[in-house]
């Protein structure tokens, strides 16, 4: 069973571009959150999602950032007009359905974006 | 606002002894309190949960507990070695199920030989 597999690894964009973080569960989860890591930092929550609903994004920024979770696909996190702050590693978590077992998070290897 | 608070130095143990860490939490009444291994450039790995109702829970080397009147939990490593060197993180969530799930910023451990 392949774990979480996000990609890119590695972003550079220049700044006023498009950033797109794509995020693949592990198979049979219908839980996705997207997470921001700044170096020697906690993990900042940025949206919960479940397939083609956003069920929580209080810690999304209200602008330039968006997410999605298809029906098909992977989920996406998408950054728009990015600029040297939003440089960060973002880590993809998926879980599984059912009680008990929901609430443990499995995490991808992240991908971290550069902005220059 | 909800806080979580974990050792704000980094920890270092000498091999062999035992490494305790320290979440302390405001403002919230979790469900479940988790703890996750991090190591550089890689994402979190989870380790342990425990539940409101539960006091203590172990895994090989590791010991959680959790007392919700003192809002804390404590994390316990063992016979520490190298290999346990990383950050932890403490985690919380609440009932619902649309909960997310409340990190902490972490302790870097390092086990010296």
């Known amino acids: 069973n392949a774990g979480v597999m996000q990609n890119p690894r590695h972003l550079v964009r220049r700044r006023g571009q498009e950033a797109r973080l794509r995020c693949s569960p592990m198979k049979g989860h219908s839980h996705v959150y997207w997470y921001r890591q700044l170096p020697e930092e906690g993990l900042k929550f940025m949206v919960y999602l479940q397939k083609e609903n956003i069920i929580d994004e209080s810690g999304m920024p209200k602008e330039r950032f968006s997410a999605e979770f298809p029906k098909e696909g992977p989920s996406i996190l998408r950054i728009q007009q990015v600029v040297r702050g939003d440089s960060a590693a973002y880590f993809c978590?998926?879980?599984?359905?059912?009680?008990?077992?929901?609430?443990?998070?499995?995490f991808g290897a992240g991908t971290r974006l550069s902005v220059l | 606002s909800q806080k979580i608070e974990q050792n704000s130095e980094a920890l270092n143990i000498q091999e062999g002894k035992t490494a305790t860490l320290t979440c302390n939490y405001t403002?919230?009444?979790?469900?479940?309190l988790q703890w996750y291994r991090q190591d550089p450039g890689r994402g979190p790995v989870f380790l342990l949960l425990i539940r409101e109702n539960e006091k203590e829970k172990r895994k090989e080397r590791l010991k959680v507990t959790f007392d919700t009147t003192l809002k804390q939990s404590l994390f316990h490593i063992t016979a520490s070695q190298p290999a346990d060197s990383a950050t932890y993180l403490c985690a919380l969530t609440g009932y619902s199920s649309a909960s997310k799930i409340i990190f902490g910023s972490g302790t870097r451990l390092s086990i010296r030989p």
């Open positions: 403002n919230y009444s979790p469900a479940y």
């Open positions: 978590a998926s879980s599984p359905t059912g009680a008990g077992e929901e609430y443990i998070q499995y």
